[in-house]
């Protein structure tokens, strides 16, 4: 038996693992393809801050492309996503659905924030239309989740807030004792920008921490 849930353990492994390979692969792909299309020019201009916060947004929306792609074939997407089978995928199509939904325009907001014109930044996004739809998409976010609470369960309820505390405690690690760097005169300089970044970037690895703290990337 001892042998058999051993074995059982690496095969989920291995699964997970190709599957990230996978992921990766196509990640470094689809970023390729936006560095080529936003050219040198532009990513120079942007400097590292609205790069990182442009690739944050993008992973996002890249994960919500998976999920689609996911839900649009399931027997392919059984084996690129961390589900069970496609039948999973068909049962779980309207959480899912409201997932892609999230990361979408969590990741076009953060994208268009990155573009954004700001000072010493002549972006090809105005300022006042980057905070419109930021606004825009607090609003619906919350009436979303007022409107959906009771559509999940209680375990997806438990990994939201589990997700919530690593987020918190993660961003507080990384913004506290660089933001003392900043102000005791280190020269580590903490942008408002690189706060959205890591913020952000948090919620999504705290996401992931909450689901592998339970056992569950290696279905």
Do not use: H
Not at 26 to 47: E, Q
Not at 163 to 185: H, I, Q
């Amino acid at each position: 038996m001892s042998r058999a849930m051993t074995e059982e353990k690496a095969s989920k492994w291995k699964k997970s693992a190709v599957r990230m390979l996978v992921g990766g692969i196509v990640g470094l792909g689809f970023a390729s393809g936006m560095l080529a299309v936003a050219g040198s020019s532009l990513l120079d201009a942007m400097g590292p801050s609205r790069v990182a916060l442009a690739a944050v947004g993008l992973t996002y929306a890249l994960m919500g492309l998976f999920v689609a792609f996911g839900l649009a074939a399931p027997r392919a997407g059984a084996a690129l996503l961390n589900v069970g089978d496609a039948e999973e995928l068909r049962e779980e199509r309207g959480n899912m659905l409201r997932s892609v939904v999230t990361m979408a325009v969590f990741g076009a907001v953060l994208v268009l924030l990155a573009l954004a014109q700001g000072p010493g930044f002549a972006g090809p996004v105005s300022a006042p239309v980057a905070m419109g739809f930021l606004l825009l998409a607090l609003v619906a976010g919350i009436v979303a989740t007022v409107r959906w609470r009771g559509q999940f369960d209680e375990l997806n309820r438990q990994l939201g807030l589990e997700g919530c505390f690593w987020a918190f405690c993660l961003s507080w690690v990384v913004l506290t004792p660089w933001a003392a760097a900043d102000f005791l005169g280190y020269g580590w300089t903490l942008t408002p920008i690189d706060v959205v970044t890591t913020l952000s970037a948090m919620m999504l690895i705290g996401s992931f921490a909450a689901i592998g703290k339970r056992g569950m990337m290696t279905r």
